[in-house]
């Protein structure tokens, strides 16, 4: 089985931009979590989704949203671009209440 | 809240035993473990769930006291592929699709 995939790898942005990272999970996994990783704080957890409803929210600003389709696959957005947004956003596949599994991530730089 | 991993660093030659420690202050339902290295995504070792069952890779143990909120990682005869930084990430409800993951535990192997 193919694993998990995230798209770009890397994007340099200015601030006040918004972008949009994308997340396709492991063929049949239904719930897509989405982690902020910096130095500072760590691996944070965004939000979750699973068939296509917002299951889980972290304590995050309305700046970052996200949503998933209906092939399970998930995006999320971040409006207005702040420098401490610089992070490394990875998202996770899981079949159902298990183990999740981690995608390479999207290195995200906001200058 | 975020649980507490201890120590936060360990050096080790091959061959030698490490345990790494994660304590929560609230009620778990499961304790997972992940391995990170540097400029990768984590990688999940193992997953403990309340009630006993465990799922993960045969050369990696790990405990869970339900009562005491603790979860322990048993490294033995560590390889050097073993280096890395260990993350535990508590679930406190059946949905383990939302991780609360600790500040994570460098490990070093040394030939």
């Known amino acids: 089985k193919a694993g998990v995939t995230q798209t770009p790898r890397y994007l340099i942005k200015t601030r006040g931009q918004q972008v949009t990272l994308s997340c396709s999970p492991i063929s049949g996994h239904r719930s897509v979590s989405w982690y902020q990783q910096t130095p500072g704080q760590g691996l944070q957890f965004l939000f979750e989704y699973f068939s296509e409803t917002q299951r889980n929210k972290g304590n995050f600003p309305g700046r970052f949203s996200g949503r998933q389709f209906s092939n399970s696959r998930s995006e999320m957005n971040v409006s207005t671009l702040e420098l401490g947004d610089s992070a490394l956003y990875l998202c996770?596949?899981?079949?159902?209440?298990?183990?999740?599994?981690f995608g390479p991530g999207t290195r995200l730089t906001v200058l | 809240q975020q649980p507490v991993q201890s120590p936060q660093a360990v050096i080790l030659r091959e061959g030698e035993d490490a345990v790494i420690n994660c304590s929560s202050s609230?009620?778990?339902?499961?304790v997972h473990w992940y391995r990170q290295k540097h400029g990768e995504a984590p990688v999940f070792l193992m997953i403990?769930?309340?009630?006993?069952e465990q799922k993960g890779h045969e050369k990696i143990s790990a405990s869970f006291n339900e009562k005491k909120q603790q979860s322990s990682l048993y490294l033995t005869a560590s390889q050097l592929s073993y280096s890395g930084t260990y993350f535990c990430g508590t679930a406190g409800s059946g949905n383990t699709g939302k991780l609360i993951f600790g500040q994570g535990t460098t490990l070093q192997v040394k030939p």
């Open positions: 996770a596949s899981s079949p159902t209440n298990n183990e999740q599994f």
């Open positions: 403990l769930l309340k009630g006993g």
């Open positions: 609230k009620a778990l339902y499961s």
